[in-house]
């Protein structure tokens, strides 16, 4: 991801000598990684291909557990015209995700929807202006899972933009520890990706209720992936006690 000339990101600690090694190492891992999982079928995929080819930005959504494969798949679609960004949070470890993903093709938009959501919106819609697609997860960056956020609903409403719903499972897979119980698929896993109808949201529409309807269509496109492949992955982490 390469960052805009028009979303400019605040003055960022001096990164470690860690982190300058540790991104590089990382982003060949995840590169490798993504072209080994074998994908059986893309359900949908033409409601990506069709707003491509109107040429009009949109806003990718998937949950956060369901980030890795669909981050990739959006990557991969820079061959059909796409031109993907993403927003990272200015954080420490915002800046190791920032230098992980810069060299694999989607612009960066610095921001954390709980310290900076509003300039977060502004430089988000500036960047969408300059025809760049963002992929959101509407229930990050900290959570509850699988619950949206009203901020992904203003930026559609915002922008006039399509919300793309998407999501994917694997057959082999390895879950984190942390709130979302984030799924990465194993070296060579079979892997099902899933793309619902757009979702746009009008000037009065209200965000509440068109929050739910993107969380209804989100979960309905995770338990199709999930029920082809026989996965049952956790929702989110594990509560101790």
């Known amino acids: 991801m390469t960052e805009s000339s028009n979303t400019r990101p605040e003055a960022q600690p001096a990164s470690p000598w860690w982190m300058r090694l540790a ?11 993504l072209a080994s999982c074998r994908i059986q ?14 040429g009009q930005p949109l806003l990718a959504c998937c949950w956060h557990q369901r980030l890795s494969v669909c981050v990739g798949h959006l990557l991969r ?24 993903v810069s060299g694999m093709g989607a612009r960066i938009v610095r921001g954390s929807a709980n310290r900076t959501g509003a300039k977060a919106l502004r430089d988000m819609y500036t960047t969408m202006r300059e025809g760049v697609s963002p992929i959101l997860h509407p229930d990050g960056p900290h959570g ?4 949206v956020k009203p901020g992904s609903i203003m930026l559609a409403q915002l922008t006039r933009s399509p919300l793309l719903p998407m999501s994917f499972a694997a057959d082999r897979y390895w879950q984190l520890g942390s709130w979302d119980a984030l799924i990465i698929p194993k070296p060579f896993a079979r892997v099902v990706i899933t793309i619902g109808e757009p979702l746009t949201v009008a000037r009065g529409d209200d965000i509440d209720q068109r929050a739910r309807e993107l969380g209804q269509r989100l979960d309905g496109l995770t338990d199709t992936a999930d029920a082809e492949l026989g996965a049952n992955p956790r929702r989110e982490r594990r509560r101790s006690g």
């Open 41 to 54: 079928r893309i359900e949908g995929a033409s409601h990506l291909e069709r707003l491509i080819s109107q």
């Open 23 to 33: 991104a590089p190492i990382l982003r060949v891992l995840a590169r490798a990684l």
């Open 77 to 100: 679609a820079r061959e059909q015209g796409l031109e993907p960004g993403f927003l990272v949070s200015p954080s420490r470890d915002g800046e190791l995700v920032a230098r992980m």
């Open 144 to 147: 509850p899972a699988r619950q």
